[in-house]
């Protein structure tokens, strides 16, 4: 029998993750007003070097100004990377002057376990430096080849005690660059990086982490961002980036369980239910056999749709 990873990942639902530089208020201050399940203040690559401390204040004002929490967001900072002076300043500052109201922090270009280590441990010293004692979580982008040859590793990392890790995000535009694909778009072509993604997917499902697919570039295009979100979400991912406001109506309708499927997964456990009444494990339903596979599925289904529904109601 094989032993059973365990984590204590909170649940956050991040359909639609809205990425805005943190050198622009004015997004920022319209991100906080969008339907966005999640929004990541960025202080990495969206921000040039010489805007990289304004975005950092700009963003620590938006922390403390904006009340997250009631606009119904969780909201995220994407840190400078490890090579960077900026990653030091950008977390000790950060929960210096904003510890109180930052959800998780986002780091980027994660390669190896030990990259994840740092963060956490320079995090923990500034809280208790801070005096900061509410959990502030950690996420991580995939999105070099290091980064996806150990995934593995870095997801496990969730299974240590006190791990603030969550979530595992999929970086499709600097992955593309870091393989040396032949190719200038930011992530239109879903079934190039379809076994990348799927094994970054299966590393979050056996360590209890979230699965969040990364950008689409062609902000214009709903159709394409729609078709390469349902891939996603048929391999099991929970969310996706929008890099335009125009894209998180498209992520939370595509990462949402559609009516007519909440129905099919109701009608599917009280088949079940009624098969278990009378001894029998299977059953058929609409011509197709059911199974407790199948009831694992519907449940699947039916728990995304209350965590929705009572996020509406909030
Ligand atoms: C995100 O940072 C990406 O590179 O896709
Ligand atoms: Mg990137």
């Known amino acids: 029998m094989s032993l059973r990873a365990s984590s204590s990942v909170p649940f956050r639902l991040q359909r639609s993750e809205l990425v805005v530089p943190g050198s622009n208020l004015g997004m920022i201050e319209s991100a906080a007003r969008s339907q966005a399940d999640y929004v990541l203040l960025d202080c990495e690559d969206s921000v040039v070097s010489d805007k990289k401390d304004q975005a950092r204040s700009n963003v620590i004002s938006a922390l403390n100004e904006i009340d997250w929490k009631q606009a119904g967001k969780t909201v995220s900072v994407r840190i400078n990377g490890l090579e960077s002076r900026h990653m030091y300043w950008d977390v000790c500052k950060i929960i210096e002057k904003a510890g109180d109201h930052i959800d998780t922090f986002l ?118 961002y729609i078709d390469i979100a349902k891939g996603a979400v048929a391999m099991g991912y929970e969310g996706k980036w929008a890099i335009h406001p125009a894209q998180v109506d498209l992520a939370n309708q595509v990462m ?47 728990n995304k749709s209350l965590a929705i529904a009572e996020k509406s109601s909030a």
Request: charged letters at 20%; one cysteine or more.
């Open 256 to 302: 949402s369980p559609a009516i007519a499927e909440i129905e099919q997964a109701r009608k599917i456990l009280d088949a079940l239910d009624q098969a278990q009444g009378s001894g029998q494990g299977a059953a058929s339903l609409d011509g197709k056999m059911i199974d407790a596979a199948s009831g694992k599925m519907a449940a699947n289904i039916i």
């Open 107 to 224: 780091i980027p270009k994660v390669g190896s376990p030990e990259d994840v280590h740092a963060v956490e441990k320079l995090l923990s010293i500034a809280l208790l430096d801070s005096g900061i004692t509410r959990r502030v979580g950690l996420e991580c982008l995939i999105e070099t080849a290091l980064g996806l040859v150990n995934v593995e590793a870095i997801a496990r990392l969730s299974c240590a005690t006190g791990s603030r890790l969550e979530a595992l995000h999929f970086g499709v535009a600097d992955f593309s660059a870091n393989c040396q694909s032949r190719s200038l778009a930011i992530g239109e072509t879903g079934h190039l990086w379809h076994p990348s993604l799927q094994r970054m997917l299966i590393a979050c499902r056996a360590y209890g982490l979230r699965a969040i697919d990364g950008p689409y570039g062609d902000f214009s295009d709903a159709q394409g």
